[in-house]
């Protein structure tokens, strides 16, 4: 039996291997998938006795992704770009790392949103890992505009800079939650931490065009403030990213196995279970 895991610190609450275990049954794997808790100073060592063991991949979560990055020893495109890595798989090349945040997020919001992305305006806030991960999938699926805010303006310019090169038909540009002001976007997706400390960005008023979207990244019980925020300022579709966690997950697991599960009943039994 093929193993797998997800690697993280703290790991106990992940819904991985719940989602990975769904997978295998669905497209008749012989895997299995774990959850392993690596101190804070062993990744690599946890990442090698896994392999050791006989492991062929694992997922990485927080705080081991930029590790990860380090540690592989060829990259996909997605992963250079994002600067961090969220897919291992081990093969007779080495140690491949892989970073499917982003495509999980643009499949949720194309595939199970119906929220098409091509020739739209798209504000993206935050410029830290999340929002890094997630700027080539959004930039290849050809928004008109592409606005990274966020609260300290240097990093979201310093981000926006990087991925110049890249953005032949879309207008890519930064600002401060300032800047703003008078602007109007058809989706807006939150990469900040913010919901985490319960908080949400501090947005001008009217943000959202007419039908936009609002997506948080984040997931859980109930909105998040950035959510509530949005359904006050009128945005006419709000999702959280439980979807964006198991199209992630579809995306490593196609990678592993060579094939793509379907992952709408799955979304659908976690979002029961969420209450
Ligand atoms: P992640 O990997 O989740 O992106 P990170 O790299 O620490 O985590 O980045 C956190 C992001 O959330 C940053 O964009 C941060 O803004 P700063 O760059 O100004 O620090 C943003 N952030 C965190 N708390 C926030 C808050 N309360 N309001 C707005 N933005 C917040």
Redesign the pocket.
């Known amino acids: 039996m093929d193993r797998y895991a997800v690697i993280g610190h703290p790991i106990a609450h992940s819904k991985s291997p719940q989602i990975h275990a769904a997978f295998a049954r669905q497209t008749a794997q012989d895997m299995c998938y774990e959850a392993i808790l690596a101190p804070l100073d062993g990744f690599a060592a946890a990442v090698r006795a896994f392999r050791a063991a006989g492991g062929r991949g694992m997922n990485v979560t927080v705080p081991f992704k930029l590790e990860a990055f380090a540690l592989a020893e060829r990259r996909t495109p997605r992963a250079q770009a994002a600067g961090a890595v969220n897919t291992l798989a081990f093969d007779a090349g080495g140690l491949l790392g892989d970073n499917t945040d982003g495509a999980g997020l643009v499949r949720d919001l194309t595939a199970n949103h119906g929220c098409a992305l091509r020739g739209r305006r798209v504000l993206l806030l ?6 890094r991960g997630a700027l080539l999938p959004l930039l290849a699926e050809g928004p008109a505009v592409l606005t990274i805010a ?3 303006v240097a ?1 979201a310019e310093s981000l926006a800079a990087t991925f110049l090169p890249s953005t032949a038909e879309t207008q890519l540009s930064a600002c401060g939650f300032d800047g703003l002001a008078g602007q109007h976007f058809d989706l807006v997706i939150n ?4 919901s985490l ?1 319960d ?1 949400a ?1 501090p947005l001008p008023p009217g943000l959202y065009a007419e039908e936009a979207f609002a997506y948080d990244m984040m997931y859980g019980r109930g909105d998040t403030p950035f959510i509530a925020a949005a359904r006050a300022d009128g945005a006419a579709r709000l999702a959280d990213g439980l979807g964006m966690l198991v199209e992630q997950a579809a995306e490593s697991f196609a990678l592993w196995r060579g094939l793509r599960p379907d992952s709408t009943a799955v979304l659908a039994a976690l979002r029961r279970q969420l209450g």
Do not use: C, F, L, V
């Open positions: 935050g410029a830290g890992g999340a929002a966020n609260r300290t990093k990469a900040t931490a913010a400390a908080q960005p």
